[in-house]
T-cell receptor
Framework: DAKTTQPPSMDCAEGRAANLPCNHSTISGNEYVYWYRQIHSQGPQYIIHGLKNNETNEMASLIITEDRKSSTLILPHATLRDTAVYYCIVRASNAGGTSYGKLTFGQGTILTVHP | GAVVSQHPSWVICKSGTSVKIECRSLDFQATTMFWYRQFPKQSLMLMATSNEGSKATYEQGVEKDKFLINHASLTLSTLTVTSAHPEDSSFYIC???????????FGSGTRLTVV
């Protein structure tokens, strides 16, 4: 699986958009970009994932560059409860639907949302 | 949907004893389950991958005789830490995937303290 690079920490004011970058310059054509977050002493929580196109769900938006070498997770209106470690992970997908490759976690970005 | 239950959430045991941690997928059948370990202020480290009905695949450096993994059904995987020692104290997290490209769901984790 391709490796990712994320800034170790970021700050964001409550109510503002939080934009978390991720570099994955060695990503392969069949690798998806996944984002998870982990709030202290809890299991990681799935946020969003994408392959080529930008994606949006009720939690966040994922913007993937055209060359797919980087992406940005956007939390449109950050709240104090969004303070967590955010992990960007790339992983190959088996289009046949059989068992998956593993998720390898890097160090992630510690996002601190302040009042 | 896609809920993974992990039990117990915390456990304290004496050095030399064994501890079993359960991971259940409550509303879906998990073809593959993963076990992670996380030390304080560190990222998640994958320990092993288990597929239902077959032997687990352990990551390099993880002792298979010490960390016994059983995935006897599509909804249950167990991790047994045998002859636990204080250095095994950690946060253990499981995750499960379905045979579709919908990401992974994580349990809430188990805090193991060996005294």
């Amino acid at each position: 699986d391709a490796k990712t690079t994320q800034p170790p920490s970021m700050d964001c004011a409550e109510g503002r958009a939080a934009n978390l970058p991720c570099n994955h310059s060695t990503i392969s054509g069949n690798e998806y970009v996944y984002w998870y977050r982990q709030i202290h002493s809890q299991g990681p929580q799935y946020i969003i994932h994408g392959l080529k196109n930008n994606e949006t769900n009720e939690m966040a938006s994922l913007i993937i560059t055209e060359d797919r070498k980087s992406s940005t997770l956007i939390l449109p209106h950050a709240t104090l409860r969004d303070t967590a470690v955010y992990y960007c992970i790339v992983r190959a997908s088996n289009a046949g639907g059989t068992s998956y490759g593993k998720l390898t976690f890097g160090q992630g970005t510690i996002l601190t949302v302040h009042p | 949907g896609a809920v993974v239950s992990q039990h117990p959430s915390w456990v304290i045991c004496k050095s030399g004893t064994s501890v079993k941690i359960e991971c259940r997928s409550l509303d879906f059948q998990a073809t593959t389950m993963f076990w992670y370990r996380q030390f304080p202020k560190q990222s998640l480290m994958l320990m092993a991958t288990s597929n239902e009905g077959s032997k687990a695949t352990y990551e390099q450096g993880v002792e298979k005789d010490k960390f016994l993994i059983n995935h006897a059904s599509l909804t249950l995987s167990t991790l047994t830490v045998t002859s636990a020692h204080p250095e095994d104290s950690s946060f253990y997290i499981c995750s499960a995937s379905r045979a579709t490209d919908l990401g992974y769901t994580f349990g809430s984790g188990t805090r193991l303290t060996v005294v």
